[in-house]
């Protein structure tokens, strides 16, 4: 049954240890946020790895509507989540903060940018609900840029998890150097990690770029990856060549694709060759018949070391934190298209793996136990406090109520006025307002993709 968006107030919960089934709602911003909050949800119901949990559990699904919002087309592409695309739909700030307050939700999975995580949960704050859902956020992949900034903004969590060792420690020095509360911060794994060790097979051959929305930037150093990449197939006409992509011209991602690969492909000198192709899908799928994955720094990165396949970082734009490949120091994957092409094959440091939460058996073990043993206990404590986010009005008067306002709230977490849920009184209406939204979306990419680029290269003649 959809989760209600009338006003009216919802009889009180029912404690959760009371209830037969765990509920549990993912909010989203984006289609990869998407499946790490999914499947973290069903990691922490304890239903990923054997397909049944303790208790039944019930995941609704809300994407937060924005710019990257997710097509449909998006949403299957990610993968088996299990969340059926028809039981998500899209929300407002406003429409998200009444469905929790109706639908007396157990937990919340925010799988949102740092800004929104801070506003939903000062708008959690605001609700006073007697009985408030355990609130659970993190990060998507690897985190190599805005660590302080970020980490800030999701402060007022019950549980911020760490993708691994390192990022747990990193993730605690910050919020004891500020001296925020460091309890939130919880050890666990990127929920996504799995499918079956590489094996090689006879006649097989496939090289795989995992192509990123926001990196490298400039068209140069898009149009140098690519090139490389060409040639790369050419040199090796018997191996198979494939550029895996995150999202169509005109679609969203997690970051904003100014330059997307297939644009540029178009202008390869000579054409592609017949052994290299543009692929979408799945990336596990993908990963399935990959010998070796190169990129300057995706999260696929990972979730191909975890199947133990060859995989290689790449150099030849230097190792800069702007691109994210310095977070691969020390991992023995750092290397060139010069070396690839000569036949290289990295070999990964173990000890780096243990501290990124790779499994070196390509198995979870036990990464989940601990969030899932914290999420129980604040369960059973009975009703919980307020949240206690770092950011107030008295400790960021100057940045906070900005954050708040972009997501049409006031700085006490409460909805500015106008702020209402978008519910349609009519089809008709309805129609005309979804249509009028989608053409506004369209517009907004069509002016960063196709606009902006122009204005930027005027400005530099």
Do not use: C
Request: glycine content about 10%; hydrophobic content about 40%; proline content about 7%.
């Amino acid at each position: 049954m959809p989760p209600r968006t009338d006003d009216t107030a919802a009889p009180a919960a029912t404690h959760a240890a009371d209830r037969a089934a765990l509920r549990i709602a993912v909010l989203a911003d984006s289609d990869t946020r998407w499946k790490w909050g999914a499947l973290t949800a069903r990691r922490l119901s304890g239903t990923s790895e054997t397909g049944a949990a303790e208790r039944p559990v019930e995941i609704s699904g809300l994407l937060l509507r924005g710019r990257a919002t997710p097509t449909p087309r998006q949403l299957a592409e990610v993968g088996e989540v299990g969340i059926g695309t028809g039981r998500v739909r899209e929300v407002t700030t406003v429409e998200f903060l009444h469905t929790v307050r109706d639908e007396a939700y157990d937990v919340v999975v925010l799988a949102l940018v740092g800004g929104a995580v801070q506003a939903m949960i000062h708008g959690l704050a605001a609700l006073d609900l007697p009985r408030r859902p355990v609130v659970v956020t993190g990060y998507v992949g690897v985190v190599y840029e805005k660590l302080a900034d970020g980490l800030l903004l999701r402060h007022g969590a019950d549980v911020v998890l760490a993708n691994s060792r390192h990022d747990g420690e990193r993730f605690r020095a910050v919020y004891e150097g500020v001296g925020a509360d460091t309890s939130s911060v919880t050890e666990a794994a990127l929920p996504f990690l799995g499918g079956e060790p590489h094996r090689a097979q006879e006649g097989r051959d496939t090289v795989v770029f995992a192509a990123q929305p926001s990196v490298p930037a400039s068209r140069a150093d898009r149009m140098y990856l690519l090139r490389r990449l060409v040639e790369h197939a050419r040199l090796h006409p018997r191996r198979e060549v494939l550029l895996k992509l995150r999202s169509k011209p005109g679609e969203h991602t997690t970051h904003i694709e100014e330059l997307p690969y297939q644009r540029l492909a178009e202008r390869v000198p000579g054409g592609l060759p017949p052994n290299f192709r543009l692929v979408y899908g799945h990336m596990g799928e993908v990963l399935d018949r990959t010998d070796l994955l190169v990129t300057v720094s995706s999260t696929a990165a990972l979730e191909s070391l975890h199947r133990r396949i060859p995989t290689a970082i790449l150099s030849d734009l230097g190792v800069r934190e702007a691109l994210g490949n310095h977070h691969f120091i020390g991992s023995g994957l750092i290397t060139s298209w010069d070396h690839l092409d000569g036949g290289l094959r990295p070999e990964p440091d173990e000890e780096w793996l243990a501290g990124q939460g790779v499994a070196a058996d390509g198995t979870y073990g036990t990464a989940y136990d601990t969030a899932r043993a914290r999420v129980a206990a604040l369960l059973a404590a009975g009703p919980l406090p307020p949240p206690a986010p770092y950011y107030t009005p008295a400790t960021a008067p100057g940045y906070l109520p900005g954050i708040l306002a972009r997501y049409h709230l006031a700085p006490d977490g409460r909805p500015l006025p106008g702020a209402v849920t978008s519910r349609e009184p009519g089809r008709v209406r309805g129609a005309v307002r979804e249509t009028v939204r989608n053409a506004a979306r369209g517009a907004y990419r069509h002016g960063v993709q196709r606009v902006a680029p122009v204005i930027r290269r005027m400005g530099e003649l």
